[in-house]
């Protein structure tokens, strides 16, 4: 396993330049994802002003910018559209989710069941005819940003209830030795059965079973989410905050 972190501190540009590099565009050394995959942009560590121009053009006027964990700001004629404090946090090892933690206990344990799982809750994978399932789940769990090809960065798995999509869970940004795990989201009606739990311990065990790390970022403010992710084993990396603009109009 790659122990090297260096590359969570962009994970953007890591992921554009290199696993995800045929789902991007670039125009000199700005980047972002195509349309309807990703909205995040990449930029050098100190861009310049010839960097944003570049930004701007590939998102044309008015276009938004996702600028995820970057710290740069952009000019001053950039539309600030959000700021959202949040954390990374890191698989420690390369053991598997079930192996012993320190203190006693596994890294299995789960929140507490309020509802028995019905039988047809099996994780199952997801594919393209599985979309729009996948954005019908979205809209109604809002874990975030997710667009039509966002399912294109990597595996996506799901739980279905009575035949209907209720929870969900994949692969988003790629840096080199790690994968991040992303729109970890369950339905209104589902939430308390421990589905959240079970897809990110199977995405992780699928990310440690080819010898990569698995991460995750969340809001700073879903202190539930951040208590899953304690009790499954994930512990705090990083401090990140969040930011989106949108460029100028063409006027």
């Known amino acids: 396993m790659n122990s090297d972190t260096a590359a969570l501190a962009n994970p953007v540009t890591e992921s554009l330049l290199?696993?995800?590099?045929?789902l991007g565009r670039r125009l000199g050394q700005a980047a972002t994802y195509l349309p309807g995959v990703s909205t995040f942009c990449a930029l050098p560590a100190e861009p310049g002003a010839q960097d944003w121009a570049d930004l701007a053009k590939l998102l044309g006027p008015g276009g938004f910018a996702d600028m995820f964990s970057s710290p740069a700001l952009p000019p001053a004629d950039w539309e600030p559209v959000f700021v959202l404090e949040g954390r990374q946090m890191l698989w420690p090892d390369s053991g598997p989710l079930d192996a012993p933690r320190p203190g006693g206990g596994t890294?299995?344990?789960e929140p507490t069941v309020t509802e028995p799982a019905t039988t047809e809750s099996a994780v199952a994978e997801l594919g393209p005819d599985d979309v729009p399932e996948m954005l019908d789940l979205v809209e109604r769990a809002q874990p975030g940003p997710f667009g039509p090809r966002t399912r294109e960065l990597g595996t996506y798995l799901g739980i279905r209830e009575h035949g209907r999509l209720?929870?969900?869970a994949g692969e988003r940004l790629r840096p080199p030795g790690h994968t991040e795990i992303s729109a970890v989201c369950t339905a209104p009606e589902a939430r308390g059965r421990g589905h959240a739990a079970r897809l990110v311990?199977?995405?992780a065990d699928r990310i440690l079973a080819r010898g990569e790390r698995p991460f995750l970022h969340v809001a700073e403010a879903n202190t539930g989410a951040i208590a899953l992710y304690e009790r499954l084993g994930f512990a705090y990396h990083q401090k990140v905050t969040f930011r989106g603009f949108r460029t100028p109009d063409a006027d």
């Open 107 to 109: 890294a299995t344990t």
């Open 166 to 168: 209720v929870a969900m």
């Open 201 to 203: 311990r199977a995405l």
């Open 18 to 22: 290199g696993a995800h590099a045929h």
